[in-house]
Structures are given as structure tokens and as C-alpha cells.
């Protein structure tokens, strides 16, 4: 008598990277996007949260950090014996410039922190708006399976926002080479727009295995999405729009990921 084949279990979908598949068409759907009124009004928030971060980092930290910053370089033997043998060659004394090079540094400090409070914010309060827009105008049937979803969001923005902050001040002395300045800048944001804005995407519909599917499998298409977000960072009047517009880059580019991801396992099945 023959004994019936037994059915194995469907298998998950295996975390295979598919590279930049579907990048520009996130682009260009939140192009679209971003002039519904909608949208243009989130811009407000993060940019005034950024405006007013940078107003009172200015108003109570510009001056403490100025004054330790003049006395640290006032007190440090190397840059002593270097301006003693510049002005023994008859070149030009430090101690002319280092008032200009201490506000340099400042602005260099407290710039970048009120930029990622500004992203900060619009990923833990102006997101769930953008994610709730994107996917009622192009996602409608994507079920929403995630769990304790603010909890998530708020603890990765937070500790992504500390190792940035953190990770800026402490490579701060590679903008005396320009372009390893520069490089590390971009790397830097880079780092800040994808873990912050791929999360958030995608942790109101995704569950935790989900998330952990979508990241391995789509790895190099959210990075791509945060490096081309931080070269715009480099032009400062992107600072207002920026942190709503990457946001529904990421929002399209992970749910189109998700559905694609949740079809796949209805055909297994």
C-alpha cells in the first residue's frame, strides 16, 4: 500500500538582495507626491523644529562652546609650538585666525544637530502622516501587521540621532583634508536617512520578520536612497523640504517592497 507524500511547509521567501530594482520610481512617485497639498503642508513642522533648534543652539550653546573652544586651543603645546614657529618664519600668527577658526567649528557642531532633530522629528511625527497618504493613494489593500509601531519608531530615531551626533563631533578633524571632510559628511547622512526613514516606512504594515526580510533583501536600495538624499543635503535650501520628501522615497520604495514581498508568499502557498 502506498503511503500518501507528505507536504512540506511553505518556505519563506529567501533574503536575496535585488540591488537598486525600484529606486528611481520611488523617487519619482514621491516627486508626485510632495505637491499634494497634504504633503506640502508637513513640510512646516520638521523645518520649524529645525529653525527653532538652531535658534536656541545658538542662543545658549554658541558662547560656552566658543569660550572652550578658545581656551583648549589657547592651551594645546602643539598648536602653541606651531604658531611660535610660523611667526619665527615671519608668516602669520594663528592666534589672528582663531576666532574665525573657533566659529568654523561651532557652526560645524551645532548645524548638523539641529538638522537631525529636524529629521528626528518628522520621522517620529510627520511620518505616520506621510506613511498614512502613501499608502491610501497607492497601497489600499497593504494590511497594517506591525506592532507597538511608535515604540520602534522613537527608539530607532533616537539612537540613530546619538551615534550621528556622536560620530560627527569625533570625526570633526577630517574637515581639515577637505574632501575626507566632505566624504565622511556624506556618510554620516547617508547613515542617518537610511536607518532612520527605512524603519519608519515600513513599521506601521510590516511585521518584525518582515522588516528583517525587507532590510537583508533591499539593503542596497535604501542606502542608495540615503546617499542620494545626503548629496542633496548639501545644497542648504533642500533643508526645508528634505526630511518629508526622503521620507516618501522610502515610504514608496518600502511598501512597493512589502507587497511584492507578501505576494510572493500567496504564491508559495
Known amino acids: 500500500m502506498k503511503q500518501p507524500h507528505s507536504v512540506s511547509p511553505p518556505q519563506a521567501p529567501r533574503a536575496v538582495s535585488v540591488g537598486l530594482s525600484g529606486v ?3 523617487f519619482w512617485r514621491a516627486l508626485v507626491s510632495q505637491v499634494h497639498p497634504r504633503m506640502l503642508f508637513a513640510l512646516l513642522m520638521p523645518f520649524l ?3 527653532v533648534g538652531a535658534i536656541l543652539l545658538m542662543l545658549f550653546a554658541l558662547s560656552p562652546l566658543k569660550n572652550w573652544l578658545n581656551q583648549m586651543l589657547s592651551e594645546t603645546s602643539a598648536l602653541i609650538a606651531a604658531n611660535e614657529w610660523l611667526v619665527s618664519k615671519g608668516l602669520f600668527s594663528l592666534e589672528g585666525i582663531q576666532s574665525s577658526l573657533v566659529f ?5 557642531v551645532l548645524l548638523p544637530i539641529s538638522g537631525i532633530l529636524g529629521l528626528t522629528v518628522a520621522a ?3 511620518m505616520p502622516l506621510v506613511v498614512t497618504h502613501v499608502s491610501r493613494q497607492h497601497f489600499p489593500g497593504l ?7 511608535l515604540v520602534v519608531s522613537v527608539w530607532n530615531a533616537v539612537w540613530v540621532s546619538v551615534v550621528f551626533v556622536l560620530g560627527w563631533i569625533l570625526t ?6 577637505p574632501p575626507l ?12 536617512f537610511s536607518r532612520i526613514m527605512r524603519i ?3 513599521v506601521e504594515h510590516a511585521t518584525t520578520q518582515e522588516r528583517t526580510l525587507l532590510i537583508e533583501r533591499h539593503g542596497t536600495g535604501f542606502w542608495t536612497i540615503g546617499m542620494c538624499c545626503a548629496v542633496i543635503n548639501l545644497v542648504p535650501p533642500a533643508w526645508i523640504f528634505l526630511p518629508v520628501f526622503s521620507g516618501l522615497v522610502y515610504t514608496h520604495y518600502g511598501l512597493d517592497a512589502l507587497q511584492r514581498l507578501r505576494a510572493e508568499k500567496t504564491l508559495d502557498l
Request: cysteine-free; overall charge negative.
Open 24 to 26: 528611481g520610481q520611488a
Open 172 to 177: 570633526l578633524p577630517f574637515w581639515l583634508f
Open 104 to 108: 568654523f567649528i561651532v557652526l560645524m
Open 49 to 51: 523644529i529645525m529653525l
Open 124 to 126: 517620529i511625527f510627520v
Open 200 to 202: 519608519d516606512a515600513i
Open 181 to 192: 571632510g566632505l566624504l565622511v559628511s556624506l556618510l554620516w547622512w547617508t547613515f542617518a
Open 143 to 149: 494590511a497594517l501587521q506591525g506592532q507597538n509601531a
